[in-house]
């Protein structure tokens, strides 16, 4: 698979049961798709470390401001979907195949800033705040892809940063 970002031909790497492509020696970026992530139901723990430690080009720089085309599917313009957590955090989204590209640096950012375990809670009550507010005024009109790419995304942060699961907390069964 081609990397969205850089283009650098990804490598699939076994985090867990999850398979997820990687762009190892590239950019870093990494894409989940959209049948593994369904796959993500219990908590797993440190599963993000492995992802963090991923070797990447530094000279290989992208622009974070182009659309990107789905490494999926053929001719599928993704969408920048969501940047919550104090708006510095974006994900790419496949509109038709449900995956996700996320950029090196924003799993880093999210370590980096939410270092502990309580930084995280309340970055996630925050994120997840946000995100089902925004989703409140749609919901009418519903946007059960919209739910349904809810749950998608919610379930990669819980696999990425375990600490984000918050049981209970989700009244739209995100997790
Ligand atoms: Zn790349
Ligand atoms: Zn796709």
């Given at each position: 698979m081609i990397c969205?970002?850089?283009?650098?031909?990804?490598?699939?790497?076994?985090?867990?049961?999850?398979?997820v492509d990687v762009c190892?020696?590239?950019?870093g970026g990494i894409w989940f798709d959209g049948y593994e992530i369904k796959k993500v139901d219990e908590p797993h723990e440190a599963v993000g470390q492995d992802l963090l430690e991923v070797e990447y080009d530094p000279d290989v720089v992208v622009d974070g401001s182009q659309?990107?085309?789905c490494p999926h599917c053929v001719s599928i313009v993704m969408m920048r979907?969501?940047?919550?957590?104090?708006?510095?955090?974006?994900?790419?989204e496949c509109p038709s195949c449900g995956g996700f590209f996320l950029d090196r640096g924003e799993l880093n950012t999210l370590r980096e800033q939410y270092p502990s375990e309580e930084a995280r809670k309340e970055a996630a009550n925050e994120m997840f705040g946000?995100?089902?507010?925004?989703d409140l005024?749609?919901?009418?009109e519903v946007s059960w892809q919209r739910v349904?790419?809810?749950?998608r995304l919610g379930r990669m942060f819980r696999f990425?940063?375990?600490s984000f699961y918050i049981p209970g907390k989700q009244k739209w069964g995100v997790f």
């Open positions: 969205p970002a850089c283009e650098h031909n990804m490598t699939e790497m076994d985090v867990q049961d999850i398979k190892v020696g590239g950019c659309r990107r085309d979907h969501f940047s919550s957590i104090k708006r510095e955090v974006e994900v790419d946000d995100m089902f507010d925004e005024d749609e919901i009418h349904e790419a809810n749950k990425l940063l375990p």
